[in-house]
């Protein structure tokens, strides 16, 4: 039997049936196809792309666009500011007008984070890479500037300077801070009044704050109170007494007008100047130097608002070398110390950092009846002597005039001497001395070792018109207690009137007439108050005794500095060796070529004259000895 053969279907009847099955395959692989890419493209589109495109402009926006603070509303009800666009700078940037309009109206937004560094920054702090619209408006920067150029520089001085504005503070542009030193510059002295001197007992003239013992007036030459015999070099503690029961004091110090170092510098080298080497000398000066520059209030001016007191001359804190024969110490040289101002019983006519200011009398009134009552007496005096002088020749100086003086008062029937030489003793009694002075029309002063004498003082204190024979004696000196124009309290012979012409003095004082002699009685009668210290423990109501006019000379003098400071002016054209004329003018007044100038001249170093200064440390030296004599 065949094997039959497997049945084959025909071509027509596959190709038929193949097609068929393909084609339905085809279109659901289309479909799904479509579904896939139409999903596909809805998510890369819709669902990223829209988050992507929002970050990106966020980010965009907060990284090219500054906030504008100028422009920004002061308030949320003051409407927005109209902002225009310069077209001309900005025809590609119209896209950004819309963007820069909304940032005017729209806070500053939160802060976010940089893509390339992950920090967190603000907004305004991004700069854009794009340039910002031109906005019409002031520059924020040329504003600031314009700022600085028109508010005053604030100095640490203002402060004080505009207390002075305050009309209802009595002591607006008055107050005084003082320093709380350590006692070894003043109090530690006192407990060892004994070394102040070397051949005077301090003890008994550093009591009654400073006055010394009350004088007895057994001879009535004195009023009933106010008068003791206080020694003359005492100003270092009558003076920081009194200045104890100032009015304006402060302890703050940004309010002062002044600042006060109770320093007893005149005490402290009347204990060395004989005997010590310099380095004992200037020890406490050198420390007190150190203490200062050391306290914030130094450095407000860097000392130039500071001042203190020495009741001696000058020229015993000038010391001129390092050797050690030369006199006195360095204070008045030191740095610093030539920045203070530094108030002495006389001062240097070259230099500019101390002030001469009057030597204690033995009047100290506590009461305004008691000055009062004591001009009315001067005034009624009946004065039999024309002229009088008290006071020791000087056979050692050739250029003193004293021995002239004292050889035309014992020649004359009009003129009265007490002679103060070795021996004789009324020189050193208050009594006689005010006694010879109330009953005599002119009292003569020449110089003493230096330039002035206490006796200038005592004379007027008695109503008696002085007669200098040196412009340094006075007029050059006291110019914040005596009149610029000399010729209304004093008269003025100059020495070489004596010394070389040998005019009589006797003459020359009958010469002036007996209205004009009234005149100046009267203007010397009504200085008393400016030429005495009143009693520290009280105070003078309607007087101002010398110390006030002190601190009030102190506190306009460093005013100025101060206002100079603020409106830039300088001093650089100030001649220091000229400082003596600069006191005697008005303010604006040029220095030029003064009638004086020939008794200011200082020595040419090869000309075989002592210099100036060596000369005047010389005549301290002598008045020293001169003491000595006096109390051995």
């Known amino acids: 039997m065949r094997r039959r053969s497997p049945v084959t279907p025909s071509t027509d009847h596959m190709e038929k049936g193949t097609n068929k099955s393909h084609q339905s395959r085809l279109c659901v692989l289309g479909l799904l196809c479509a579904f896939f890419w139409g999903f596909l493209l809805y998510f890369h589109f819709v669902i990223i792309g829209g988050r992507s495109f929002q970050v990106t402009s966020i980010s965009s926006e907060s990284r090219t666009l500054e906030p504008i603070p100028v422009i920004r509303p002061l308030t949320t009800s003051r409407p927005s500011p109209v902002v225009e666009i310069d077209p001309v700078e900005n025809n590609d940037k119209s896209e950004s007008r819309d963007l820069v309009v909304a940032q005017l109206k729209t806070p500053v937004p939160d802060p976010v984070i940089e893509p390339e560094t992950g920090n967190l920054n603000k907004p305004e702090v991004f700069h854009s890479v794009t340039p910002q619209p031109k906005i019409p408006q002031p520059d924020p920067v040329i504003e600031q500037k314009n700022d600085d150029l028109n508010t005053p520089t604030v100095f640490p001085f203002t402060k004080a300077l505009k207390t002075a504005e305050n009309k209802s503070d009595p002591c607006g542009g008055r107050y005084v801070y003082v320093h709380d030193l350590p006692p070894r510059f003043n109090e530690d002295m006192l407990k060892q009044c004994r070394s102040l001197s070397k051949w005077t007992n301090m003890c008994k003239f550093t009591t009654n704050a400073g006055l010394g013992p009350p004088l007895e007036n057994t001879e009535g030459v004195f009023s009933d109170n106010g008068w003791y015999a206080t020694n003359q070099f005492a100003v270092d503690v009558i003076f920081s007494n009194r200045m104890k029961q100032y009015e304006c004091l402060t302890k703050d110090s940004s309010l002062a007008a002044a600042i006060f170092v109770p320093f007893y510098a005149g005490f402290d080298i009347a204990r060395y100047l004989w005997g010590y080497n310099i380095s004992t000398r200037d020890a406490a000066s050198l420390d007190l130097v150190d203490w200062l520059q050391n306290r914030p209030e130094w450095n407000i001016m860097g000392g130039k608002d500071h001042f203190l007191v020495a009741g001696r001359i000058t020229w015993d804190f000038r010391r001129l070398s390092e050797e050690e024969t030369d006199w006195g110490n360095k204070l008045l040289f030191l740095p610093a110390a030539k920045n203070m101002s530094m ?88 009594s ?106 009280s105070k003078l109501e309607s007087h101002k005794d010398a110390f006030d006019v002190s601190v009030q000379a102190i506190i306009n003098k460093v005013t100025r500095l101060r206002k100079d400071i603020i409106d830039g002016r300088t001093n650089d054209d100030f001649i220091e060796e000229l400082s003596w004329k600069y006191a005697l003018l008005d303010e604006g007044e040029y220095v030029g070529v003064h009638e004086w100038d020939p008794f200011f001249s200082k020595p040419k170093p090869n000309d075989g004259n002592t210099d100036s200064d060596g000369s005047s440390a010389e005549a301290a030296k002598n008045s020293w000895k001169n003491e000595q004599r006096d109390h051995s």
């Not at 003493?448 to 004696?473: E, N, W």
């Not at 012409?501 to 005149?519: F, T, Y």
């Open 343 to 430: 108030l002495v019983v006389e001062s240097s006519p070259w230099n500019a950092n101390d002030f001469a200011i009057p030597y204690p009398t033995y009047f100290h009134p506590s009461k305004d009846s008691e000055v009062f009552a004591w001009q009315d007496r001067m005034m009624n005096l009946d004065r039999k002597w024309l002229f009088c002088f008290a006071g020791a020749p000087r056979p050692d100086n050739p250029k003193s005039i004293r021995g002239q003086i004292i050889d035309q008062c014992k020649n004359s029937n009009v003129g009265k001497l007490l002679e103060c030489d070795l021996g004789e003793s009324k020189c050193h009694s208050p």
């Open 432 to 537: 006689s001395i005010m006694q010879m002075f109330q009953s005599s029309v002119f009292c003569l002063q020449p110089q003493g070792d230096s330039y002035t004498r206490r006796s200038a003082f005592d004379s007027m204190l008695a109503g008696c018109i002085p007669v200098f024979f040196h412009p340094g004696s006075a007029y050059t000196q006291y110019t914040w207690h005596l009149p610029k124009n000399y010729t209304k309290y004093s008269v003025f012979i100059p020495e070489d009137d004596l010394r070389k012409r040998n005019i009589s003095i006797e003459e020359r004082l009958g010469q002036i007439p007996v209205d004009q002699v009234k005149m100046m009685r009267e203007e010397v009668i009504n200085l008393i108050p400016k030429l005495i210290y009143a009693d520290p423990r």
